[in-house]
């Protein structure tokens, strides 16, 4: 029995990727459908583009987007809630920097009934003064304890360092912002921009017709409208910025600097030499600081891509007594990738797993409708995802050095330490 | 419907397929019949420790993770009170690479000097992280030794303190190895897009070989019923004080655990739940509040924690989540109240029977658990629930001598 030997293996196949069946709904709003589910599950994304940049104040468009069915003086959230949850139904918001969201989930039985309530509820929204007092209460105590953890105040730090603390991307808010934040506020943000502009829908499910009339005749009632963004000048504030926290028994640290949108030629190889650099588990950071040194629990590194901008970063916690020695460490490896070539064993092996994890993520109706939403929302080729394929198997070592000589320039960075 | 076809090698390695045609990936899934149960307590955290040290390199191959990386893999493992659990996603037509990888750390771990030091460096760092370095990072650390007294329920998974992990040796390290891991205490569950006989066929090639060295047959007496109410509280540097209460109850496979999670449900899933109705939008005592059940394989807990508003005294806020209970205990359901938490259950089991994983687990962790006729049972449990049961339930669970309070007192100054 030869256990050294591996047994063969195949380098994973690309998948097919199914794209969605675009429906025009009213006023120009475009409903997304994978129909193809086979079981009962249903999920509706209701996305705006509503996300904080867009505000003139802070903490506005955050929320805004939670109290969305916070009722008014007929029916109250209780009530709502009650009635969704009565029928299966969930409701996840979310917000980031471009968009506010709403997901709904439920079972194809009750699906109708789901989306009828939650759509009057938001069309009808008050913003009840009960309501906000009570959101304010439980985010101002959620952020006191957020505000206590070293990694939470490393990443605001970056925001404001990378982008710059003006920047609609780089902006944070603190204790004031949330006492300072008045009914009104929401209301007119709430009138702009999610009465006052069209979202865009993804649906997941094998519904019955009825359901895509009654997400049309929900649209009438929308507006045929985006707000125009300026994109602003973004300043990044390199160097090392540190934030002392005397109680804490970890270092929490972020690098970071300016990357490029998901179109540009070095994206792709970006990609990958930021997975060999800390984006997978055999990564060179990993190897070095947590499997070789012992320094952490986990580092890893990524690429954020927003609508006008993106960023690389690298983050990390480790014990403080090693944070110098932690950040040589980094350093070294952004240098190594910069001087030696990836040996060709280790890039193999890296394509070989991205491959895999492309299959991962392309797996089922839901997954395959997330791949669609990046390609849409960047405005991407629809052959973004074969290309992406196509370049990972043909980067060299060389490119890749080169791309690190690019952009791994310590004089670029920004560098954050908390703890 | 979950469908599943299952053997058993000759050193007692249980194997079974699950078969699903519409995905590329397969599940390997290995459970291991050990948890920070069966340590000692003078030497906890072994199990965790040990979960650690199984990605350092096995007998033949040094290392883990690169070969499965280069075959499109990847891994995780967990460990709990109960069971310690590996699993392995990679593309089909590689399985066999899975088969490679598990059975040889199945049969001799590396035992490297070199990964007993790194991976203990590893989980200290992890300890700090999510238990020390976090606010209400150690909570469970101070609870479970109020509630269990002689049960090793008493002890986290992460360790009792962090010098039992420091103090690890190599030959602590090779006895708990050959104590637990062998073919007759794991589960190995495949899923995907292959037949049964090809998982046979692989099962018999790569593990038939690993000799059996003894199901662990756990003999853990009951932790005695609660007698008396126990309380203790700490002071911390968090921003708002925070109580957690402990109720015991039935273990996972009992129906007081069907009931439980109902229960918790009713009270704090949601905002039209009485919790969130009640102490956060009327009474204005907590900014959140959940109860939850654990679950726990030998016995079980219902959990209430919460956070207080600043002003709000431990005293009110014990007495009105008390009020609640009682209104449980002493009043009948509405019948909607408890159509809504079947309803959100029933749509919560259709999504997570999406995921490939989910099911793998599930089958591995019925079949460990000895239940694994009772798999496709779980709706009819829930749905068999009725409000008299939850009334019950709240009658002989919430009562003050089966109850440990933790209280949390938070040292930060608010800044004015």
Known sequence: MNRKTAPEFKQAESLALIFPEKIELENGVELFWMKDVKDESVKLDIEWFAGSKYQTKKLVANFTNK?????????SAKTISAEIDFYGGYVQDELDKDHGSVTLYGLKENFKKIFEIYSTAMMNCEFPKKEFEEERTIALSKFKIDAEKVKYLCQRKFNECIFGENHPYGKVANEDDFLNLKREDLKAFYTQFYLGTKPVLFLVGNVDDDVIEDLRTWSKKLTNKRVDFKKQKLVSKVGRTEILKLDAIQTAIRIGRIAVDKDHKDYFGLQLLDTILGGYFGSRLMANIREDKGYTYGIGSGIAVLEDSSYFFISTEVGKEVKEATLKEIYFELDKLKTELIPEEELTRVKNYMLGEFLRHSDGPTAMMESFKNIWFNKLKETYYSDFIAAIHRISAKELRAIANNYFVHKNMVEIVVG | MITFEKFKLANGLTVLFHQDKTTPIAVVNILYNVGARDESEDKTGFAHLFEHLMFGGSKNIESFDGPLQSAGGECNAFTNN????????????????????????????????????????VVIEEFKQRYLNQPYGDVWLLLRPLIYKTHPYKWATIGKNIEHIEQATMDNVRDFFYKFYCPDNAVIVVGGNTNFETVQNLAEKWFGDIPARGKNNRQIPEEPKQTEERELMVERDVPSDAIYMAYRMGHRMTAE???????????SRGKASRFHDQLISEKKLFSSVSAYITGGWEDGLFVISGNLNAGVSFETAKQEVWKELMVMADTTLDKDELTKVKNKFKTGKVFSEQSLMNRVMNIAFFEMMNQLDEINGELEKYDAVDA?????????????????????KGKIKENK
């Open chain 1, 67 to 75: 109290l969305l069915l916070s009722g008014n003086g007929k029916r």
């Open chain 2, 82 to 121: 109960d069971i310690t659990n590996y699993y392995v996603t990679l593309p089909v037509q590689n399985l066999e690479t899975a088969f490679w990888l598990e059975s040889d750390r199945m049969l001799e771990l590396a035992f490297t000097p070199k990964s007993l030091d790194v991976q203990r460096s």
């Open chain 2, 257 to 267: 655990h069907y009931i439980g999670d109902l229960a918790s449900d009713i009270l």
């Open chain 2, 388 to 408: 008299k049961d939850i009334q019950d339930f709240a009658k002989k669970t919430f009562v003050k001598t089966n109850l440990s309070t933790l209280m949390i």
